[in-house]
């Protein structure tokens, strides 16, 4: 039996399910049994279906287990780290062994944050194809009377650019393809109500996956990545992709810095 911090699941990376990615994010469908998944694309295997009375409020499963429960009701995909040693080939079978590597409390500007690291090895046969390193963050609910938080504007000194535009659409069918229930993707009244957003937020591993196939195809086959997210995006915004060398930013329309990341 395996201990409550680790979970183990396997998958067959199904390439019709890369093709919808493709599609999804504006591409081709050309992914076929064989080839490379490309980098990121594994958040779209290894779900998790539980039934609805083991969610959050938010949309998530509940707390416990591999992620333990912090005491606080909001929850974000603040970055993360990757390490990609071998291709993860689609239509092949593979294991997914999740970690919690750690779990801390502290008091922040605003009040209470709880931070988890999630470690992810993923295997083909006895190849480790690529190890994630996901740091979540949890928080209270926001209080309507607080200052707005303190934003950093983007440089604006990029090689490369180009634009991405979201809409409800794209972030519904992102988060189908991830098995993502978070409501703040798809729910306006909760992400608005309760949350406090102005709006949809677009998934952080959406930008990332955007940066990543921006970097992949400037820089060649990535043999490590990291990214941060810094301010939320909302679904009705256009983002500006950035790279400067082996560095990569998103910048919001108003200039505001929304994720940094490195190749």
Known sequence: MQPD???????????????A???ALGHAPTLVAGDALPPFFHQLYFWTPLPSSQFGRDGHPKVGGVIPDMGLPRRMWAGGRLKFDAPLRLGAEARRVSVCEAANRKEGRTGPL???TLRHEVWQADT???????DLVYRKDPDPNAPRPIVRDAEVDEEAAETVHFDATLLFRYSALTFNGHRIHYDQPYAREVEGYDGLVVHGPLLAQHLMLM?????????????RATAPLMHHETATLCRKGREFW??????????????
């Open 21 to 23: 990615m493709q599609v």
């Open 250 to 263: 998103v910048r919001g329309p108003d200039g505001r810095l929304c994720m940094t990341a490195s190749a």
């Open 114 to 116: 709880a931070f988890v």
């Open 215 to 227: 970097a992949e195809r400037d820089l060649g086959p990535l043999g490590a990545f990291s990214f």
């Open 128 to 134: 480790l194809c690529l190890t994630e390193w996901q």
């Open 5 to 19: 911090n680790t979970l183990t699941q396997s998958d067959v990376m199904d390439p019709a399910r890369a093709q």
